[in-house]
């Protein structure tokens, strides 16, 4: 024999009920071997049931079998021992706390190999092969060992649950049948967990596959970052590069005006040092004259007199005019005013032309960003307020801006506006200065006999329309706006009247969201309540926009400080 053997060899020299090498072994008339006191407390447990069986295969003999030792066996495992080895399987394979053992181990129990979920009970590998050999035992249903295993008993019965009750969706024992299930659906409890395991299937399938196109989703989403990552950082640089050319040509044009004024001061002192130096000459020159001449009039001598008088008193023409107009620190004014008027210029360029810069920013995020709801109380719109200013280049020569540029009132009197190509000529309007995009919120508070006109409108309004319409609020596809008065509201687009229903409020809340295209007013409350909502496309940036009635009806409206 080797000096060692396998485990296989070793646990078939094992008693399957202490679990240790056999002691003074011996084979019943199955086959299996134990020790001899192990079966005989075994057997010895039987009696009240006046049967006895074999703790492996269950076999049942009719009368108490005799013992006697194996002789063959107790040689091999007095061999065993002499190799040294352990008497005793490795503790790993005895049962911890948290291990389910073997229901059928005396003593210290063996880790349970499956469960039993008719017998119901748990057994070792030893202990489990009667499953795998007895006929009867084969149709068992045996699972990875489970601690609750009492819960496949009905708690009624004390029988095994193998029926499922679709009615109620539980499973219950044969004897419920006959008690609170009667007539309802039920079935064999292995036919629906087959069913429905192949709807687990089928939702398995379909995770993955959500799984799947995700995982896809977001590999696309980590391109997508990177992408904007390159484009954002190619558009800092593009842009830096061209506003330090922006700033460069405006540097250039300051040291050219600068270049051009000195050398035109240059030339004019130049030109004017001439003529004051010819000045100064012909003062020299009369001064000597009138010198001359005083001592041609204190001359006594009536002869000499006479002789000098003709070449004394003639007078040289003067290259000297008398009519020059001087002009102090005037000279250079209108270079003043007109860098001024540049100025003026570029800020209404880049106020204009930011608004579009600003727009496009925004715009970047309108594939990858869910539409956000809309709110639905005042603190919520209150977060997206937004402090609207009202231009005077736009303001219609009949309307007053007051309280810095926020409350717009009408007069009776022409006020003495510059000439402007953004100015309303033929109706009491004006539009704000800050350009609206993304999410806006800002309220009107109004006061009219008429009623006025809450708008918002693109830039490129006319601003002038003779008899036609087509530069009121309202009546072109540029503007939006919601009539108030005190009975009622209306609202037009595009020349199309909609009334709204309920009367006129004094504070009307107007709330955009540029991307989605949404446009709402709202009565002013806690809870605000929507008066009409706008789904449309934008394609440029909005601007505020205000209209008052004819002058004969003082009305006013005010942008209100939300912040």
Same mark, same amino acid.
């Given at each position: 024999?080797?000096?060692?053997? %396998?485990?296989?060899?070793?646990?078939?020299?094992?008693?399957?009920?202490?679990?240790?090498?056999?002691?003074?072994?011996?084979?019943?008339?199955?086959?299996?071997?134990?020790?001899?006191?192990?079966?005989?407390?075994?057997?010895?447990?039987?009696?009240?049931?006046?049967?006895?069986?074999?703790?492996?295969?269950?076999?049942?003999?009719?009368?108490?079998?005799?013992?006697?030792?194996?002789?063959?066996?107790?040689?091999?495992?007095?061999?065993?021992?002499?190799?040294?080895?352990?008497?005793?399987?490795?503790?790993?394979?005895?049962?911890?706390?948290?291990?389910?053992?073997?229901?059928?181990?005396?003593?210290? $129990?063996?880790?349970?190999?499956?469960?039993?979920?008719?017998?119901? &009970?748990?057994?070792?590998?030893?202990?489990?092969?009667?499953?795998?050999? &007895?006929?009867?035992?084969?149709?068992? $249903?045996?699972?990875?060992?489970?601690?609750?295993?009492?819960?496949?008993?009905?708690? !009624?019965?004390?029988?095994?649950? $193998?029926?499922?009750?679709?009615?109620?969706?539980?499973?219950?024992?044969?004897?419920?049948?006959?008690?609170? !299930? $009667?007539?309802?659906?039920?079935?064999?409890?292995?036919?629906?967990?087959?069913?429905?395991?192949?709807?687990?299937?089928?939702?398995?399938?379909?995770?993955?596959?959500?799984?799947?196109?995700?995982?896809?989703?977001?590999?696309?989403?980590?391109?997508?970052?990177?992408?904007?990552?390159?484009?954002?950082?190619?558009?800092?640089?593009?842009?830096?590069?061209?506003?330090?050319?922006?700033?460069?040509?405006?540097?250039?044009?300051?040291?050219?005006?600068?270049?051009?004024?000195?050398?035109?001061?240059?030339?004019?002192?130049?030109?004017?040092?001439?003529?004051?130096?010819?000045?100064?000459?012909?003062?020299?020159?009369?001064?000597?004259?009138? &010198?001359?001449?005083?001592?041609?009039?204190?001359?006594?001598?009536?002869?000499?007199?006479? !002789?000098?008088?003709? %070449?004394?008193? &003639?007078?040289?023409?003067?290259?000297?005019?008398?009519?020059?107009?001087?002009?102090?620190?005037?000279?250079?004014?209108?270079?003043?005013?007109?860098?001024?008027?540049?100025?003026?210029?570029?800020?209404?360029?880049?106020?204009?032309?930011?608004?579009?810069?600003?727009?496009?920013?925004?715009?970047?995020?309108?594939?990858?960003?869910?539409?956000?709801?809309?709110?639905?109380?005042?603190?919520?719109?209150?977060?997206?307020?937004?402090?609207?200013?009202?231009?005077?280049?736009?303001?219609?020569?009949?309307?007053?801006?007051?309280?810095?540029?926020?409350?717009?009132?009408?007069?009776?009197?022409?006020?003495?506006?510059?000439? !402007?190509?953004?100015?309303?000529?033929?109706?009491?309007?004006?539009?704000?200065?800050?350009?609206?995009?993304?999410?806006?919120?800002?309220?009107?508070?109004?006061?009219? %006999?008429?009623?006025?006109?809450?708008?918002?409108?693109?830039?490129?309004?006319?601003?002038?329309?003779?008899?036609?319409?087509?530069?009121?609020?309202?009546?072109?596809?540029?503007?939006?706006?919601?009539?108030?008065?005190?009975?009622?509201?209306?609202?037009?687009?595009?020349?199309?009247?909609?009334?709204?229903?309920?009367?006129?409020?004094?504070?009307?809340?107007?709330?955009?969201?540029?991307?989605?295209?949404?446009?709402?007013?709202?009565?002013?409350?806690?809870?605000?309540?929507?008066?009409?909502?706008?789904?449309?496309?934008?394609?440029?940036?909005?601007?505020?926009?205000?209209?008052?009635?004819?002058?004969?009806?003082?009305? %006013?409206?005010?942008?209100?400080?939300?912040?």
């Amino acid at each position: 024999m080797e000096q060692k053997m %396998s485990n296989l060899e070793q646990e078939n020299l094992s008693c399957s009920i202490c679990l240790d090498l056999l002691k003074d072994p011996v084979t019943i008339p199955c086959g299996h071997s134990y020790c001899m006191n192990c079966i005989k407390d075994h057997w010895n447990g039987e009696e009240q049931r006046r049967t006895h069986s074999c703790p492996q295969c269950m076999k049942e003999f009719r009368r108490r079998p005799g013992l006697k030792k194996n002789i063959t066996l107790a040689a091999l495992v007095e061999d065993l021992k002499k190799t040294g080895l352990q008497a005793a399987p490795a503790d790993h394979c005895y049962a911890g706390p948290e291990d389910v053992a073997c229901d059928v181990c005396t003593g210290r $129990k063996m880790k349970a190999a499956k469960s039993c979920l008719f017998c119901p &009970a748990s057994y070792c590998r030893n202990h489990l092969q009667p499953h795998y050999d &007895a006929p009867p035992l084969k149709k068992h $249903k045996l699972v990875d060992p489970s601690k609750n295993l009492q819960e496949n008993i009905c708690s !009624h019965h004390d029988e095994v649950m $193998k029926i499922f009750c679709r009615t109620d969706q539980q499973c219950i024992c044969y004897l419920c049948l006959m008690d609170e !299930h $009667k007539g309802h659906e039920t079935v064999p409890a292995a036919a629906e967990m087959t069913e429905k395991q192949k709807k687990l299937q089928v939702s398995q399938q379909q995770i993955q596959q959500r799984i799947q196109d995700q995982e896809k989703d977001l590999k696309l989403f980590q391109q997508e970052v990177e992408a904007i990552n390159v484009s954002a950082d190619k558009a800092v640089e593009d842009s830096e590069k061209i506003f330090t050319e922006l700033i460069h040509l405006i540097q250039k044009r300051s040291s050219d005006v600068k270049q051009q004024i000195r050398s035109q001061q240059k030339t004019e002192v130049s030109r004017v040092k001439d003529l004051q130096e010819k000045l100064e000459q012909e003062i020299t020159e009369l001064k000597r004259k009138d &010198a001359e001449l005083e001592q041609l009039s204190n001359t006594e001598d009536h002869n000499q007199f006479l !002789h000098n008088y003709p %070449s004394l008193s &003639a007078l040289s023409e003067s290259t000297h005019s008398s009519s020059i107009n001087i002009r102090p620190l005037r000279y250079f004014e209108d270079v003043t005013a007109a860098v001024s008027e540049l100025r003026d210029k570029l800020q209404d360029i880049l106020r204009d032309t930011w608004s579009n810069i600003s727009l496009r920013v925004t715009e970047v995020d309108v594939l990858l960003s869910e539409p956000e709801p809309e709110p639905k109380t005042r603190a919520c719109f209150l977060k997206y307020s937004r402090e609207i200013t009202l231009d005077p280049n736009t303001a219609s020569r009949c309307l007053l801006l007051t309280n810095e540029n926020r409350k717009v009132t009408s007069v009776k009197k022409i006020l003495p506006y510059p000439d !402007h190509p953004d100015r309303f000529t033929d109706h009491n309007q004006v539009l704000s200065r800050e350009s609206l995009t993304g999410r806006c919120y800002w309220e009107v508070e109004w006061r009219a %006999s008429l009623g006025v006109e809450v708008a918002v409108s693109y830039k490129n309004i006319r601003r002038s329309s003779g008899y036609s319409n087509e530069s009121i609020f309202g009546c072109n596809d540029k503007t939006w706006s919601l009539h108030c008065n005190k009975n009622s509201n209306i609202f037009y687009h595009n020349n199309i009247k909609i009334p709204v229903l309920g009367p006129g409020f004094p504070r009307v809340g107007v709330y955009l969201d540029h991307r989605a295209g949404i446009l709402s007013f709202y009565r002013v409350s806690e809870t605000m309540t929507l008066l009409h909502r706008v789904q449309t496309t934008f394609t440029q940036p909005l601007y505020a926009g205000i209209g008052l009635g004819p002058v004969l009806y003082k009305s %006013s409206a005010e942008f209100i400080k939300l912040k």
